[in-house]
């Protein structure tokens, strides 16, 4: 009898356990009124950083009841943070991942996590560019409203003329009017390795000039046939970047910089240089009027660098979440925020872009860029063209960090993403490394 | 079963379960996952054996600097809180004005989130306009000011400050709480002898406080060995890898999707801190002798 009534109050504790648990979980998305709530994960630079998403987003809610909950992460930490949160079954209903064609299918894994967006309207009016960056097995599962990336290094033309110098067309000619800016105590480039992702960008960004260089150079990387280490170029932009450091032309203390922080320093004609995506003359006179018309642009000139690196895809898209309890509300809101007059809003008041991956949107580049593309030749940068590289963005960040501090040599450095490679491609067992 | 046996797990059923559920069960999984090569890129568990373990502790020297960090910085925030802690203890039962207010400032910081304080002493330690700098610079003492979060010197010096900062009010409270509870008759009897301020310290109060004294290090110990949230706000490992310490390398490896390695690297935690916390409790149930 009295074992009966204590494997009676056992089950008990475990059915009350269980209902905790249960009551615990439910709710997730929905408010006490019935009202739908779509959460949206996105990192800081995923999400249109003059807000226009959100303003939209409270619009939607007026004129549909959805209510849309942005849960906004800092860069560094949401690349990892969104792989964990679709692995436990967390992620949000709508949430933002970098995507390139080599990485999204592995952080993503779409066919488990995203929505097929295959047969919705809105998919055959993106760009054929993106839409190799969004799609997985002949279907398209994200939405972006990315332009084709291109980092310019963006100079301050007062500077430049008071000091009679011109933009340079190689490293010597780079380390020379750095020398000069530095003389007159402005910061020549403006660096930030605080960021943790902004350091890496001329190691993979001047890829173009490495495959011009050295023909088939990608295709043997993603074969396997060569290693990282191998590629002296690449070497020779790290230690240009480390004689930057050690020079000064980053400034004093330049490793607590952050790119937020950049657009002060430039527009306050701290820093002379920054690098940086069209659209940033916007952005930058906007917040310093004194600056407009008062910037140019040039190729980043690390290892004699001349061509234009165009990233395809390169930024954030959206994706619906499979497992969301509202997956019709997330297609409606996909739909929403695709039509013409919405995708023009986010062009006109987002971040300052001059272009969008929409072709029906119109682009606003300026004459100067126009010519200046005309002029150069162009490639597609190494991220978006070689394997295991993307995903390892953040800790090679890490790794220039610790060569600028003194830890870690060019070498170990390029070890190091070989190692990298190595490990992802035994994880997603790569028959190339096998 | 007569009902006296009965009775205690009937009462403590409840929290079995419990425990057995959040506590037991995941410990185990989590040992499990460490000999599988479990990825957020694939559905797939495989057992692979030993592997993650011989990567971290025979084939990677990185992971050796993690283990070694962590070591260090247990090691030197276990005794600069003991230290500091025991010796603000002494000061504010030594009859100190405002010893309460001055209490209470000490304590302040343990009960603010390490994010805030993190936040906080990021911006006091910048290079070019935190305050440290700036009050060096103004009193002509440039040479003294560092990159203090940047530089491969400083970074861990500074975690390493600012956590013992922020831990050591808790310390201190523990010791003023084991200074109260020795009776006064000894050191009054040890002043009738005629014993000085060194000797009551060293033959009276700090015997009598070893008790306490084992707290504080058992603690001080397992938070350090467990530490994370004072590197990741901090520095986030950095300059490079400078000052990763165990769990960043497991916050990064589970970040990274490769869970089974995380879990081994978890694993070697536990296993770290069950061999210290063992030797510790043995030294703990040692009888003092007054």
Known sequence: MMRKRFLFSLASVLLLSTLLLAGCNSGKSTEGSGKVTLTFGTSQSGIPRTGIMQTMAKEYEQETGVKIDFQVVPDAQWRDLIKVKLASGEAPDIFNVDVDPLSMPANVRPEENAIDLTNEEFTGRMSEEILPTVSHNDKVYGVSFAPTKIWYVYYNKRIFQELGIEPPTSYAEFKAISQKIKDKDIIPFYQAPASGWYQVLPLFETGPNYEQTTAGTYEKLNNNEMKVADMTQLKTVIEQLKEFADLGYFGKDFLSNTVEAGIEAFGQEKAAMLLRVPGTEKEVSEAYPEMEDNMGFFVMPWGDNQTIGVNPGGSAAMFGNKNSKHPEEVLKFFRWITEHDHLQRVFDEGEGNLTICWPEIEPKLTQDYIDYEKNHEKGTVMQAAVKYIDPQWMDIGKDLSGMFAGAMTPDQILQNIDKRRAEQAKVLKDEKWQ | ?290
Request: proline share 3%; net charge positive.
């Open chain 2, 1 to 290: 079963m007569n009902a006296n046996k009965i009775y205690p797990w009937y009462f403590s059923s409840g929290a079995i379960v419990l425990y057995l559920l959040f506590i037991v069960a995941p410990a185990l999984l989590g040992i499990y996952y460490s000999f599988t090569d479990w990825n957020s890129y694939s559905s797939e568990k495989n057992f692979i054996g030993l592997e993650h373990f011989r990567t971290i502790l025979a084939g990677d020297p990185t992971y050796l600097l993690f283990i070694k960090n962590t070591v260090l910085f247990t090691l030197v925030t276990s005794i600069a809180k003991t230290v500091l802690g025991l010796f603000l203890a002494l000061l504010l039962v030594s009859g100190v004005k405002a010893a309460n207010l001055h209490r209470m400032i000490i304590f302040s910081p343990q009960v603010l989130s390490f994010l805030i304080v993190g936040l906080v002493f990021k911006s006091l330690l910048d290079p070019n306009n935190g305050f440290v700098n700036v009050t060096l610079r103004s009193m002509g003492l440039d040479v003294l000011a560092q990159n203090w979060l940047g530089s491969l010197t400083w970074a861990m010096p500074s975690i390493m400050a600012v956590d013992t900062w922020k831990g050591m009010g808790y310390i201190m409270v523990l010791f003023i709480a084991g200074l109260l509870a020795i009776p006064r008759d000894y050191y009054e009897a040890a002043s009738i002898d005629g014993a000085g301020f060194g000797q009551k310290l060293f033959r009276i109060t700090i015997p009598m406080l070893m008790p306490t004294i084992t707290i504080a290090t058992v603690l001080n110990i397992t938070y350090g060995l467990r530490v994370f949230d004072a590197v990741y706000v901090l520095t986030n490992g950095g300059p490079g890898n400078a000052t990763d310490v165990i769990n960043t390398a497991v916050y990064s490896s589970f970040a990274k999707g490769y869970w089974g390695l995380g879990s081994a690297l978890s694993t070697i935690l536990f296993v770290i801190m069950a061999v210290i916390s063992f030797f510790i409790i043995r030294l703990m149930n040692r009888k003092v002798e007054y």
